[in-house]
């Protein structure tokens, strides 16, 4: 059964410090998702990672992946209160070369607090 | 550029009675995925379709269908609803059918009394 595994799933934290949000998935797939999704609201893509060695980063948020471990972790840096949501990562449920089949297997969420 | 649709985006229904829940894909795409999201189960993958055909689906009963019509606007029908049936349901649309970013619609909040 394939599994996506995020912990933690609570993280309280305070203006200014650093943590990161770890993604352990049981595939061999070498693409991986990450959302974000505000309370009450839609889902929101903010990185595709589609090989292993990828790093994307988009302001205090930086995503990399490592396919050999099967693990990936979302590293937010000198976090604002703005960025308190529940954080997804995802894997496609089906292994398929040259694209996703659109099926895809979330983690549990981070739900992130961002305290002052 | 208009995003993905969702209609209706609140809906009360009782025990033993049918839904349908409408998807506007964004304009060009072809793709549409619908997940189903409650507290419990968090996020689960319902169906995907591309060009009115069903490609893959997940691990839900009979009563949830679905069906895609040639202008993409998709569709998911749940008959004999359960009180478990209360969710979140969201569909994402897709360019292609190997495209890897999907764009999420505002979602249908179910409730089943």
């Known amino acids: 059964e394939l599994k996506v595994e995020q912990n933690p799933l609570f993280l309280s934290m305070q203006e200014g410090k650093n943590y990161t949000i770890y993604c352990n998935y049981s595939?061999?797939?070498?693409?991986l998702y990450w959302y974000r999704q505000d309370p009450g609201k839609s889902l929101e893509s903010l990185f595709v990672?589609?090989?292993?060695?990828a790093v994307k980063q988009e302001g205090r948020l930086m995503a990399s992946l490592d396919t050999k471990a099967r693990l990936s972790t979302l590293h937010i840096t000198a976090a604002v209160h703005d960025l308190s949501a529940t954080y997804f990562c995802?894997?496609?449920?089906?292994?398929?070369?040259?694209?996703?089949?659109?099926?895809?297997?979330f983690g549990k969420g981070t739900k992130l607090s961002v305290k002052p | 550029k208009a995003g993905v649709t969702q209609t209706p985006r609140y809906l009360i229904k009782t025990r033993g009675q049918q839904v349908t829940l409408s998807c506007s894909p964004i304009?060009?795409?072809?793709?549409v995925s619908w997940y189903q999201q409650t507290p419990g189960q968090g996020l689960q993958f319902l169906f995907e379709y591309f060009s009115e055909t069903q490609r893959n689906k997940g691990n839900f009963p009979g009563r949830f269908s679905g069906r895609q019509f040639s202008n993409s606007r998709s569709e998911m029908n749940v008959s004999t609803l359960e009180l478990g049936d209360s969710a979140l349901y969201l569909c994402?649309?897709?360019?292609?059918?190997?495209?890897?970013?999907?764009?999420f619609g505002p979602g249908t909040r179910l409730t089943v009394t």
């Open positions: 304009s060009g795409h072809r793709s």
């Open positions: 595939t061999t797939s070498d693409r």
């Open positions: 994402a649309s897709r360019r292609q059918s190997h495209s890897y970013e999907q764009y």
């Open positions: 990672l589609l090989s292993n060695g």
């Open positions: 995802a894997v496609d449920g089906i292994e398929s070369y040259g694209g996703s089949q659109g099926n895809l297997i």
